[in-house]
């Protein structure tokens, strides 16, 4: 079965660190998600990216999250400096979209971040 | 922000009975989404529903829609341990973004 692949699976860092998680969507896959998962908030959107083009990163804190696709099978999520309010569960989903259709979105096991 | 709500929080049966989740949205939609989440694992999905749909089953899933009422329900039947998890529902807005809801945590006894 293709799978979303995220990696690192967790990570323990302390504050102000450097942090990139990375994610490999299922090939042939055009759209790409970044989620972040607390008890708190639940499942926020952070990301997306079509056909490697970012097309909304507006529930991303822009002073310390950046989010690119390199290329078509991987797409990095970074935070810089981190904070011990980052701490969370980052997914990464992709999709084929079909136009006009949400279509499922396949989601990897996640990055555990814990911030000190 | 959350469109969709689900209710109730949290649900414990017995192995073999059934387990009923609602979700209830307050904008319309295109087409409204169920997902599973096992403990420390990602999201799966389970079943897409359309707007002009009003019942969907697959396997021992079953789910309604009623635009009318912007509500759905998720039923699971003759229910296993392995059925133990949390359950979304997502609703789609502009831009093909999902809105997910806080999520059912079904616990089945064995």
């Known amino acids: 079965d293709a799978r979303v692949t995220q990696t690192p699976r967790h990570k323990v860092t302390e504050m102000g660190q450097e942090v990139t998680m990375r994610c490999q969507p299922i090939l042939g896959h055009n759209t790409v998600f970044w989620y972040r998962q607390t008890m708190m908030q639940g499942l926020e959107l952070l990301a997306y990216f079509r056909n490697r083009a970012p097309l909304d990163d507006s529930g991303m804190p822009k002073d310390r999250f950046s989010a690119e696709m390199p290329d078509a099978t991987l797409a990095t999520l970074k935070i810089q400096p981190s904070e011990p309010r980052d701490s969370a569960v980052y997914f990464c989903?992709?999709?084929?979209?079909?136009?006009?259709?949400?279509?499922?979105?396949?989601f990897g096991d996640g990055t555990r971040l814990s911030i000190l | 922000s959350q469109q969709g709500e689900e209710d109730p929080q949290a649900l414990s049966i017995q192995e073999g009975e059934n387990a009923t989740m609602n979700c209830s949205y307050k904008?319309?939609?295109?087409?409204l989404q169920w997902y599973r989440q096992n403990s420390g694992r990602g999201l799966v999905h389970l079943i897409l529903i359309r707007s002009n749909e009003r019942e969907k089953h697959s396997g021992r899933l079953r789910v309604t829609l009623d635009t009318s009422k912007k509500s759905s329900s998720l039923l699971i039947t003759a229910s296993r341990a392995a059925d133990t998890a949390s359950y979304f529902c997502?609703?789609?807005?502009?831009?093909?973004?999902?809105?997910f809801g806080a999520g059912t945590t079904v616990t089945v006894r064995a």
């Open positions: 989903a992709s999709e084929r979209a079909v136009s006009g259709f949400n279509q499922p979105q396949h």
């Open positions: 904008t319309s939609i295109n087409n």
């Open positions: 997502a609703t789609d807005r502009a831009d093909y973004k999902l809105s």
